[in-house]
């Protein structure tokens, strides 16, 4: 035994009306709003960690990224939806980003209330802003305010539970009816049953290779707890699934992936090549060929920049230097876009900047600590991260959800078919890294949605309070041996061997993980091969990924720890299998510097401006991919 | 190793478990002690080193980029709603930084049935808590837009 956790197999039964899986922001946005609309109502949440450190906010965040400042006429939900479209490259849901954009102030405003530190223009009372949609927060403490806020409003909180499978109606496959999962810590068996599900799981790390091996696997720039499972909870049982293909790769520092924002935006540093050339702009002629009009947007696209990152890089003109030494030694008040300004003398610089790394990515001091990195002095080195699949930041893989009925009232019926954020399966509401085609929430985006969710569920459960769902009891019983058989198939392996860690009677969750990440790294797309792929690869990522599946039955786990692990992996490995599929489907290079077709080196909008779908058939095993009309809500 | 536990200083008393969002700070069943049992699965996020009295979780830089030395610590005050860094260089310099937190009391949040309950008629709405005041507005924005024939 490496751990005093204990797994008992014990059965709890839970009752819920809505049941929030997850715990992050988007996951306490639903907690929160669920109760003020259905005050009688039992509103469970289910985390996999503490709730008040969860998610991607564990460390903290130094700006939350969406706010449009109605109150102050600073920018529209019209603004912010073209903003959106020109960085996604012209494709997501105009409803949904819509949506996004006229609610979420309101969450800001709470966030405020609650006690989050907010930068604010002493004449004015504005905001701070960091770029034109971010504003600037003192946030360490940012995820347990938000907690608190959940936590109060909840009627119960389960902790440290692992969420394997969702579970439908005994005599509706296509209606929700809870979920099972088991307690980290003591080994229950969970089952929830509930009128209403929102998944708020978040997206996934570690489908690719890490750039950075050993201990550093675990310094992905997005959280090793996001294990994809969102999308492994939701496609098993048949929720449709929009834009997987569109993966997210990020220019930070390198190695420790430091946030840029603040860097660029306010301190207005500058990215060089190794020969001192901003290079940013200077592969426009060749992007304009690939790409076509996109390339002219402003702000720059963030898959862009990476292009042209990726340019300099190929071409043997690495390193790529960020240079806040310059930015650091100016001796002038920091401007930003409202034109507000702050006092700017190098210590200031100094303080803020370090404020914006310690209050989000405090790892960039560790590093810089035992590296003698100082920021003040040298250049650091930037590149692009390893790839990650979610729906909140600069990308939006995800569940395909209905709209608002408001938004593009009845003349779209593929996009609206039920309440506001209910995917394809009745009664199960997505919210954060869980909705597909609806990218740039953050963090704030990410509560907003977490709301309308929330909402949305209480009114499904108040319609549907006289007809319960019905469990089927013979299915939840195969589950239960389903997710503990690991620790049968360790026990039963390890006495072949001298060692436990190497049997051939099965695969311990890191040798699946390890795995995964490198056919998705060699043939998906990954950073080795600088995100590039083509139809023959993609072919051979599949075949592989169904070698692995076949071997998934035997994990093995020596103790609870591994269990969790196993199942993460589960549920990476479906990320991972519509990732690739959606990718074959997609011939076009939609997003290059996330993902390049070389077989379809250009983007090509006469044929592929439309959503790439998918939806898994539970009862034959199939998958059905598919293509969805573009719909436009807002005018050029 | 990213986190780790200094021995003499643990108590064993669960906090940094709890706290680690990544699931791998553990009791060993032999010591009683908290121990990283997966340091590839580390986000040097610090949860564990915030939530530890006895000021017993530390972090060391990932092995396969960071080199030895250099140190990060810090005070979180729940009461005064400040952190403050420190960051120990290993050249010697000295870093120290003190950030608000909250301004707030801990525990003061109202939570969503203490506001008044809505009407049955705002359920079917699409406004949410607060809206549209919260946001200086007395309606909720919806686009203009042309139908899709006449586009």
Redesign the interface.
């Known amino acids: 035994m490496r751990t005093s956790t204990k797994v008992t197999r014990r059965t709890k039964l839970v009752d819920a009306d809505v049941l929030i899986i997850g715990g992050g922001m988007a996951a306490c946005g639903a907690a929160f709003e669920a109760r003020h609309w259905g005050r009688n109502l039992r509103i469970v949440m289910v985390d996999k960690a503490g709730t008040d450190r969860s998610g991607a906010v564990a460390a903290g965040l130094a700006a939350a990224n969406t706010f449009m400042g109605i109150k102050w006429g600073e920018n529209t939900p019209e603004d912010f939806v073209k903003y959106c479209r020109n960085d996604l490259m012209g494709i997501l849901r105009e409803d949904l980003v819509y949506d996004i954009g006229r609610h979420v102030d309101s969450s800001v405003h709470l966030f405020e209330e609650w006690g989050l530190p907010i930068w604010k223009d002493k004449t004015t009372g504005k905001y701070f802003r960091e770029g034109r949609w971010q504003v600037m927060i003192d946030g360490e403490s940012y995820k347990p305010i938000v907690a608190e806020a959940a936590k109060k409003s909840l009627t119960a909180l389960y902790e440290y539970i692992m969420v394997t499978h969702l579970l439908t109606d005994a005599n509706d496959p296509d209606r929700i009816a809870g979920a099972v999962g088991f307690g980290q810590h003591d080994g229950t068996f969970y089952v929830f049953r509930a009128n209403a599900v929102i998944v708020a799981a978040a997206g996934a790390t570690r489908i690719f290779r890490t750039r950075s091996t050993g201990e550093g696997h675990g310094r992905s720039w997005y959280p090793p707890s996001a294990s994809g499972s969102s999308y492994g909870l939701m496609i098993p049982i048949g929720a449709e699934m929009t834009c997987m293909e569109n993966r997210l790769v990020v220019g930070r520092f390198k190695d420790v992936y430091n946030p840029v924002g603040m860097v660029f935006l306010l301190l207005k540093a500058k990215a060089t090549n190794a020969y001192g050339h901003e290079y940013e702009q200077s592969h426009v002629k060749e992007q304009r060929e690939l790409y076509g009009k996109y390339v002219e947007s402003k702000p720059f696209p963030t898959c862009l920049r990476n292009d042209s990152l990726r340019r300099e890089a190929v071409a043997g003109r690495a390193p790529i230097y960020l240079h806040l030494e310059e930015a650091l030694k100016k001796n002038e008040p920091i401007r930003n876009v409202q034109g507000l300004e702050l006092p700017g003398s190098p210590q200031d610089r100094l303080q803020k900047l370090w404020g914006y790394f310690l209050g989000m990515n405090p790892s960039a001091a560790v590093y810089s600590a035992a590296a003698n990195a100082d920021y003040a002095v040298q250049p650091a080195e930037m590149m692009t991260t390893e790839p990650y699949v979610m729906g909140s930041h600069a990308t939006m893989s995800g569940a395909w959800a209905s709209g608002p009925s408001d938004v593009l009232d009845g003349t779209a019926p593929e996009y609206n078919w039920g309440h506001n954020r209910m995917t394809t399966i009745k009664g199960l509401f997505g919210a954060g890294d869980a909705i597909g085609a609806c990218p740039h929430k953050f963090s704030s985006g990410a509560h907003a949605e977490g709301r309308i969710a929330g909402k949305s569920a209480v009114q499904y459960v108040i319609e549907n309070q006289q007809d319960e769902p019905s469990l089927d009891m013979d299915h939840v019983k195969q589950l239960k041996e389903e997710i503990f058989h690991p620790l049968d198939v360790y026990k039963d392996g390890k006495a072949y061997s001298t060692k436990d860690y190497i049997s051939p009677d099965y695969l311990l969750p890191t040798h699946g993980l390890f795995r995964l990440e490198k056919l998705m790294d060699e043939y998906a797309g990954g950073w080795s091969t600088w995100y590039t792929s083509n139809e023959e690869l993609l072919k051979i990522g599949l075949d592989k990924l169904e070698r692995l599946k076949e071997d998934l039955p035997y994990l093995g786990a020596s103790d609870g720890h591994d269990l969790l692990r196993c199942w993460e992996l589960r549920h990476r490995v479906w990320t991972a299998e519509a990732v690739v599929k959606h990718s074959l489907y997609r011939k076009e290079t939609r997003w290059p510097g996330y993902f390049y077709r070389s077989d379809y080196p250009k983007l090509d909008d006469e044929n592929w401006r439309c959503f790439v779908n998918s939806k898994y058939n539970p009862k034959t095993q199939e998958w059905n991919i598919f293509s969805r009309p573009y719909e436009q809500v807002v005018m050029e | ?2 986190a780790y536990v200094v021995s003499y200083k643990c108590v064993g008393c669960g906090d940094c478990v ?6 791998i700070i ?4 032999g010591n ?1 002690k908290a121990f990283n ?11 564990c080193v915030k939530v530890c009295e006895q000021k017993a979780v530390e ?14 610590t810090l005070d ?1 005050d729940t009461k005064s709603n400040v ?1 403050t ?1 420190f ?5 010697g ?1 000295e ?1 120290k ?1 003190t ?11 109202k ?3 203490e ?1 008044a ?2 009407s049955p008629e705002a ?2 709405t ?1 406004l ?4 549209p005041s ?4 007395d309606h ?4 203009v ?4 024939k006449e ?1």
């Open positions: 190793m990213p709890t706290a680690c969002p990544q699931s553990h009791i060993d069943p009683r049992i997966e340091p590839d699965m580390c986000w040097e996020c610090f949860p972090i060391r830089g990932y092995s396969d980029f960071s080199p030895l030395g250099g140190q990060v979180r952190i860094w960051i120990r260089y290993k050249n310099k870093y930084f950030y608000p937190i909250r301004t707030t009391q801990w525990g003061s949040i939570p969503a049935h506001y309950a809505p359920l079917k699409h949410l808590l607060g809206e919260i946001f200086g507005l909720l924005p919806v686009p837009r042309k139908t899709s586009r």
